[in-house]
């Protein structure tokens, strides 16, 4: 089965940076694109960014251009979500999950291309 599992969220203040991860297990990370999503309380899931099977493509929301940077590390199975600049507008909970639309090593950032949802981390942006 497949499984992924998001850590490292937390509490930051404004302007604050926090690293999340996401680890699979069950399955190998290398043959699908992986997405992060968000969701904040009162607000549809959102696509905040996505990295293809291989590295070779990645997605960003327009809000979060430019301060968050997606990343992957296929021998560790695992890949990261680094989040810069951090603000209020940022706090949510934090999914990622695997693309299981085909071809499923292509990324995109439309949460029904994708499935395999983790848990979710929480994102705290306060001061």
């Known amino acids: 089965q497949l499984q992924l599992v998001e850590s490292g969220g937390g509490l930051v203040q404004p302007g604050g940076s926090l690293r999340l991860s996401c680890a699979a297990s069950?399955?190998?990370?290398?043959?699908?694109?992986i997405g992060w999503f968000r969701q904040a309380p009162g607000k549809e899931r959102e696509g905040v960014s996505c990295i293809s099977s291989q590295s070779d493509m990645t997605l960003y929301t327009e809000s979060v251009q430019g301060r968050f940077t997606i990343s992957r590390d296929n021998a560790k199975n695992t890949v990261y979500l680094q989040m810069n600049s951090l603000n209020s507008e940022d706090t949510a909970i934090y999914y990622c999950a695997a693309r299981t639309r085909s071809p499923a090593y292509y990324c995109s950032v439309a949460v029904p291309d994708f499935g395999s949802w983790g848990q979710g981390t929480q994102v705290t942006v306060s001061s």
């Open positions: 069950g399955f190998t990370l290398d043959r699908y694109a």
